[in-house]
Each structure stands twice: as C-alpha cells, then as structure tokens.
C-alpha cells in the first residue's frame, strides 16, 4: 500500500526506546524507497516556528494541544519502509484534507523549511 501525502506516523528511537512526535507525509513519494519530504508536530512554545499552529479542533486525534509544525526539522524519508510496517514506523491516523493545506501553505511561508525541500512541494 503507497503512503501518499496526508500520512502520518511515529518513529521509534532506538537509542531512547521512545516515540518520537508525529510526523507528516507532505510530498509526493518518489524513487525506488518511495522518499517524501516529512515534517514533525511539536509543542507550542514560544521559541518554535509559529508559521502553522494546529489545535485540537483541526480534527486529527493526535492534535490534543495546540502545537505547531516543527519545518526546521523536516527529513526525507523512505516511504517504502513506512508501508512495510517495519518495528521502527508506526503508522497513526492520516490528516484530513484541511489539515494538509494547512501544514502545506504553512511548509510555502515558513522560513525554518529549507529551500531544497520547498522545491519538493
């Protein structure tokens, strides 16, 4: 099954043992291991990048705090994997079509999102 945009997941950490915070698919998986650029959720503190807030009203299950969209931090990543349902991805439940505008218009304006990865969208 394709992960395609609006996708979201967990990493485990293996050095941790924990789960990392949600992340989203928000490009269209190319190459042979599906690579998609991804963009985690995090806290709202005053010190993250406040370009797009989510709130639990947004409507995804994980949102159960305002947070925002961590673009400094965003990866590429192999997709193929996540579809493999291997130990270290945990697939959660995917954004509704508002949220991904949202997080796509917010990945266009921030300036934390890097400019090799804003070619991607």
């Known amino acids: 099954m394709p992960v395609l945009p609006g996708a979201s997941f967990q990493?485990?950490?293996?050095?941790?043992?924990?789960?990392?915070?949600l992340w989203f698919v928000i490009?269209?998986?190319?190459?042979?291991?599906?690579?998609?650029?991804?963009?985690?959720?995090?806290?709202?503190?005053?010190?993250?990048?406040?370009?797009?807030?989510?709130?639990?009203?947004?409507?995804?299950?994980?949102?159960?705090?305002?947070?925002?969209?961590?673009?400094?931090?965003?990866?590429i990543l192999p997709t193929a994997r996540l579809a493999a349902a291997t130990p270290a991805f945990v697939m959660q439940y995917p954004a509704n079509a508002s949220i991904l505008r949202k997080i796509l218009a917010g990945a266009k304006n921030s300036k934390h999102l890097a400019p090799k990865f804003k070619k991607l969208l």
């Open 11 to 21: 990493l485990h950490d293996s050095q941790s043992g924990e789960w990392t915070h």
């Open 27 to 75: 490009s269209a998986p190319s190459g042979p291991d599906g690579d998609a650029l991804c963009v985690n959720i995090t806290t709202n503190d005053p010190f993250n990048d406040r370009t797009c807030v989510l709130v639990p009203g947004d409507g995804h299950p994980a949102i159960r705090e305002d947070s925002v969209v961590a673009y400094g931090f965003a990866k």
